[in-house]
């Protein structure tokens, strides 16, 4: 027993001295390292060395603290080896990006991770610096611009910038000439946070907000690295859409603002709207007026917002609200949010500047064909104003397009719905393209000709050029070469000469004196038409396109609708009724909406495409 007691004493003993020459071993005794301080900054370097040694940036009770450019001037006989990310109060502080301009002078710009800042005191970042001869050295802090985050009640952040030029130097012997490799003057070394992944991004934001660095309409990644490339270069010469903070420069509150918009946690963001207006709105938004017609209702009520509105236009009121005897969405999904019981704040062209006051909305949503007022109603209640259309002529866009989603997108981004507005948007799409693929071999010659009859005050010879559904669905708009308007008007000579195959009548009422039947009856008691074959073989379907505005959620169930009437064979089994309300029940949140449509329309549809 006292044999195994000394053997065990023993090794104890040989493990703790070995543990002790280690340590001993691993002590510089030859290095003592030198520090300079001022005002919360300090360099921290070896007073003497023959070899590869570094040189910390050090902080001292810093407070929200989230990003920086340093330059740096070097004196002596040193090489730049590189530089390695620091950590202060616990948190990593990230290298994003150094440039070596000349062999005496370095930018380094270091970030706190995504929307994190830090507190404390600790190393910013350390150079990894070579000796290249022996004598004195000397490196020199010559400026420091950094950004500080101020938080408000709401969780959001903005950012604010602080420059300096502190002038700490330290001074290094170098007794040695270090054989390890150093970076040349010109090199660029850009890299992400490790934390910066594409899917921690929530897309889609609108395409003109202020932050699109690399100016190709949409807020990502390369956005950002692309501003570190450049404020490292020193190479600020970019679009007014870089300028995310929309103050007429380009530089660290840029960054830090492009940081927070990309996180969804900034404070403000400024856009240009449908109108091309310069709108800076507060985030979060919380309340919500809507003097816009009916498009922009119908994306709220989508991106499931009606609880934020706090009053709504009067044709939103009138038509969306209190009709019942034509087809919409709206009616059956605003009563989810009792909006009948809202203030009617005007119309978009004489809106009640007082009312809208009245009810201290965060963001009022306007009508972009009438900007002017717009404008005006912003300047009388300093209240942002944000114009919104269902089509976006500045970004290059169609009207009566099924993927037309930028005014889906225009609002989710001003009202923080990213995540929701990319998911619908992706189900939209992809609906669009299953039916793509189904018709998008079907010859010409077995694609119907399609006359489409816009809205019944206008009268049958008004038509709308550019209606993608009718393409979507197989089907031919004989009108497709009649300029680029949303509606033109044509001669009832001219549709005789196109010998429409069908017919279709934008109706969505069934009573009174636009309705589908008696428009219907008003075509077939024309003698001037008797002579087309739609009119001769009764192929003259109602169509249920908007009466105001554009939905694509309802011009998708659409075109499925189309598809059959134009190829009931090879759409036997499509099930049009099923399909199109679990599209509006995705969209809506509401289920049941297409049958609605289809209670009114069976009487007038051929037995297989009911």
Known sequence: MAKKVWLLTLIIAVVIAIGIGLYLMSIPHEVEIAEV??????????????????????????TSLYCGIVTLKLEGPLGVVGVENGRVGGSEVYVTGWQL?????????????????????????????????????????????????????????????ITSTPDINITIKLTGVASATTAKPGSLKIKAISSETPESIDPPIYPLTYGDVDGDLDIDLNDLNTLR??????????????????????????????????????????????????VTIPQPVKRIVSCAILDTPRTLLAL??????????????KYGLERTDYYDVLPYVARVYNWSKLPVVGTYKEPN????????????????????VADALQKAIGIPVVCNYYYCPMLGEK????????????????????????????????????????????PLSERPKVYYAYAGPRGFEWTAPHYESIDLAGGRNVASGCGSSSVVQVSKEQIIAWDPDIILVHSRSFTGRSSFPARLQEILSDPALQQISAVKNGTIYPLPAEMIG?????????????????????????????????????????DGLWSIWMDMVRQYLLPEAR
């Open 37 to 62: 301080r001022q005002a919360g900054l300090g360099l921290m370097a070896p007073k003497s060395c023959s070899d590869v040694f570094a040189v910390n940036i050090t902080v001292q009770n810093v």
């Open 304 to 317: 499931r917002a009606g609880n934020l509105v706090v009053g709504i236009d009067f044709y939103t009121h």
């Open 101 to 161: 301009k000349s062999p005496s002078e370095m930018m380094i710009l270091f970030e706190a991770p995504r929307t994190k800042a830090v507190n404390g005191s600790g190393n910013l970042f350390s150079i990894i610096l070579a000796p290249q001869g022996t004598g004195q050295a000397k490196v020199l802090i010559s400026s420091i611009s950094y950004a500080l985050l101020t938080s408000t009640n709401d969780g959001r952040y903005i950012p604010n910038i």
């Open 399 to 442: 009207p009566k397009n099924l993927v037309n989603f930028t005014g889906w997108k225009l609002i989710a981004t001003v009202i923080g719905k990213d995540e929701l507005a990319e998911n619908l948007i992706a189900y939209a799409r992809e609906k669009v393209e299953w039916l793509r693929n189904q018709t998008r071999d079907i």
């Open 229 to 278: 490339k450049r404020l490292c270069q020193g190479r600020l010469n970019l679009s007014d859409m870089a300028d995310a903070c929309h103050d007429g420069k380009i530089d660290l509150l840029d960054l830090s603002q492009l940081k927070l918009i990309l996180w969804r946690k900034e404070a403000r963001l400024t856009l240009k709207d449908m109108a091309g207006r310069v």
């Open 353 to 372: 500047v007082e009312l809208i006051k009245s009810l201290n909305p965060d963001v009022i949503f306007a009508y972009a064909r009438a900007s002017d």
């Open 550 to 590: 554009w939905d694509p959620a309802q011009a998708i169930c659409e075109a499925y609708y189309l598809a059959k009437l134009f190829h009931p064979d090879k759409f036997k089994d499509l099930d049009v009724e099923a399909e199109c309300n679990e599209v509006l029940k995705t969209i809506y949140g509401v």
